[in-house]
């Protein structure tokens, strides 16, 4: 069995540095039959940690009747988690946010003479019986029973969004973590969130950052997020700014490591709000982290998801419910790196560059301080300012860089020539820094039985075998031009030019750094998700799929309202693993219906926006008719979007295309099942 623990500055496993990628994955939000393949696919882009929310509401929407059955058998995705060989963070509130109705508080909590979130013994008596039934169905998964349980979370954002502050906070989160003990949970590590002057209760903080905030009130542009900056400031002042902006955190940074549990994996969209965050958006805020020092990238969301049907309500945070966000009544997509629908994204493959990197090279990592030079710039609006930091143990390290902000263009660096803050330490090569580049570079980093003096190439993963092959990638212009070229020479400098003879070096571009896997300890390309299903390396492929018809629908004489568009979509059978219909359509609100069930919903974040929605999850194979309704955006709507689609008499409201793609699971190498 592994032990855990922590110190000052990092987690450690079996006593050595580790640097594990955590994933949050809402099991609620997605159905119980498709758990162990997004499970696998996590596991194949290099996430070790699991986290969920055990949200209250999903359980117990009526005052003593719990629900853990098929998206909600808590138990079972805990075990799937385990069967997977991964490990499970349990994030058990009460309160979790997670843009659920109530924050997860059930309806009738709120009717109950005594106030949530307070000292109030009353309302500890009502967590006891819940933190019970939770404890009751983990009952035997701890880590301490061989199980994959080696986390708990406790609370979320308490005395930052809502609940107590000072010394009646802490006593607060005292008081949760002896019940949360004494229902059951004994795990290696318990947690608290920390920003935004969030109390811990002694637990250990994580923290987090979000590359925008769609909770934000206002219509405009914002301003530029602080996440892309080099810094020792572990706080994000903008998350939960909803709920008003919180003071700075409560507790040493010295005494604990700088963990994250919330770094924005996407951005879920409001209704009045809709940034689309990319695949540079989040790549780029994650090298800033490492960078600032972080020693466990903890992503919320990993995997986005589906609000389940209510018993009594709708589930989603709205401000019918006292919110002052109205979110998708089903849609949890998150625009996360694995989407709503298990589509693993460009964000996905460019997190697997860190994942990897962390899993091969993280133990090193960890004992590396960041040291964040003078004349870095203090705030995100500064775009002339080289952006650059250090990590390193007194001997090796790694440079970073980031010239990328979003939405914002940065100047464009000629002739750069960085030296290691170390005596005699190493000068890389003068670097050219374009607008929109953010890279890492290793220096003095031993590579079989030679010394990588510096490189232009950053650090993928290591290959074993007799001899050891050691994976780069070039992610920048001037190192992938020298890699095209074949100037090997110009990205690799070795003492005395020795190259290693014990180990052999591979040099990808970022491209292919991207579309490459390792499984079971080989590496394999794939331009679709590789991962190991137990038996062996399978790939998830495309390819088109069946023409999609699409008609519109005329409206009812006497519909209560006639701007509502409808369309007739019908979906013919199918013979795949899964079948994505693609809906390109512009306007406020799209709803999906089958049989007058409402079964999928979207809001439209922009122009040329396509909705993805797999079809497996509504019965494998068999033909479907919805009915499409699109509400029409007005461009005096009351909504912020980065890219207005066209007007036609001053609104939107239009299907542009419907396609569809199959999705086929097949044997790596010979391309069948």
């Not at 969004?161 to 006593?171: H, I």
């Not at 982290?289 to 709708?314: F, I, R």
């Not at 966000?325 to 997190?351: C, K």
């Not at 497996?616 to 699109?630: T, Y």
Request: glycine share 10%.
């Amino acid at each position: 069995m592994n032990n855990y623990g922590f110190t000052e500055k990092y987690l450690t496993k079996n006593d050595a540095p580790w640097f594990p990628i955590m994933g949050e994955m809402h099991y609620s939000r997605y159905p119980e039959a498709f758990w162990r393949e997004s499970l696998l696919k996590m596991k194949s882009l290099g996430v070790e940690v699991v986290s969920s929310y055990v949200i209250w509401i999903h359980h117990e929407e009526i005052e003593g009747s719990y629900d853990f059955s098929d998206c909600r058998n808590l138990r079972k995705f805990v075990e799937t988690v385990r069967d997977c060989g991964l490990t499970f963070f349990i994030r058990i509130g009460p309160w979790s946010h997670a843009e659920v109705r109530n924050g997860g508080f059930p309806d009738w909590l709120l009717r109950k003479e005594f106030s949530p979130r307070t000292n109030d013994p009353a309302y500890f008596t009502a967590v006891e019986r819940y933190y019970r039934r939770i404890g009751e169905e983990v009952r035997g998964l701890m880590h301490r029973d061989g199980g994959p349980i080696i986390g708990v979370q406790i609370e979320n954002e308490y005395g930052h969004c809502g609940g107590l502050s000072g010394p009646e906070g802490e006593e607060h989160m005292k008081t949760l973590t002896a019940i949360a003990r004494s229902a059951g949970f004994d795990v290696p590590y318990w947690t608290a969130t920390g920003w935004g002057g969030a109390v811990t209760g002694g637990l250990l903080p994580v923290m987090g950052g979000y590359c925008e905030a769609p909770w934000d009130q206002r219509l405009t542009d914002i301003e530029p997020s602080g996440n892309y900056i080099f810094t020792h400031e572990r706080n994000d002042h903008n998350i939960g700014s909803d709920y008003g902006f919180g003071a700075g955190i409560t507790f040493d940074i010295s005494r604990f490591p700088y963990l994250t549990a919330e770094l924005g994996g996407g951005l879920q969209v409001t209704a009045h709000r809709r940034p689309v965050a990319t695949a540079d958006d989040i790549g780029a805020m994650t090298l800033a982290k490492l960078g600032s020092g972080v020693n466990l990238l903890g992503y919320y969301m990993y995997h986005g998801g589906t609000n389940p049907a209510g018993k009594q309500t709708t589930l989603q945070e709205s401000r019918e419910t006292g919110s002052i966000n109205d979110l998708p009544e089903l849609s949890y997509d998150f625009r996360a790196p694995i989407r709503e629908y298990g589509q693993v994204s460009e964000t996905a493959r460019e997190l697997k560059l860190y994942a990897y990197f962390a899993q091969y090279f993280g133990k090193d990592l960890c004992r590396m301080d960041a040291h964040i030079p003078d004349g870095n710039p203090l705030r995100p609006t500064d775009a002339s300012s080289l952006r650059y930091s250090w990590r390193h143990d007194g001997d090796s390290g790694f440079l970073f860089i980031n010239n990328y902000q979003r939405r914002q263009t940065q100047a464009d660096h000629a002739g750069v020539v960085l030296a290691a803050p170390l005596p005699d330490g190493p000068v890389f090569p003068s670097l050219t820094i374009q607008n929109g580049e953010y890279f890492f570079l290793p220096f003095n980093m031993p590579v079989g039985n030679a010394r990588l003096k510096t490189a232009l190439v950053t650090p993928l993963c290591v290959v074993p075998g007799e001899k050891p092959l050691y994976v780069f990638y070039t992610a920048f212009e001037q190192a992938e031009k020298h890699r095209a070229a074949g100037e090997y020479s110009r990205l690799y400098q070795f003492d005395n030019d020795a190259w290693p003879e014990d180990a052999d070096i591979l040099t990808l571009s970022k491209t292919e750094a991207r579309e490459a896997w390792i499984v079971a300890d080989r590496l394999i390309a794939g331009e679709g998700c590789v991962m190991d299903d137990g038996h062996g390396a399978v790939c998830c492929k495309r390819s088109p799929g069946p023409a999609i018809p699409c008609s519109p629908i005329c409206p009812d004489i006497g519909s209560p309202d006639q701007s509502v568009k409808r369309w007739l979509v019908s979906v013919p059978s199918w013979t795949a693993d899964d079948c994505f219909v693609k809906i390109r359509w512009e306007g406020n609100m799209a709803r999906l219906r089958e049989n007058g069930v409402l079964v999928a919903d979207d809001f439209c974040p922009g122009a040329g926006h396509e909705w993805e929605i797999g079809m497996k999850r509504f019965g494998s194979g068999r033909a479907h008719d919805f009915i499409l309704e699109i509400t029409p955006l007005g461009e005096n709507a009351g909504v912020f979007l980065e890219s207005w689609p066209p007007m036609e008499n001053g609104t939107a409201c239009r299907v542009c295309s419907v396609s569809s793609e199959l999705e086929f699971i097949e044997d790596a190498f010979s391309g069948t099942r």
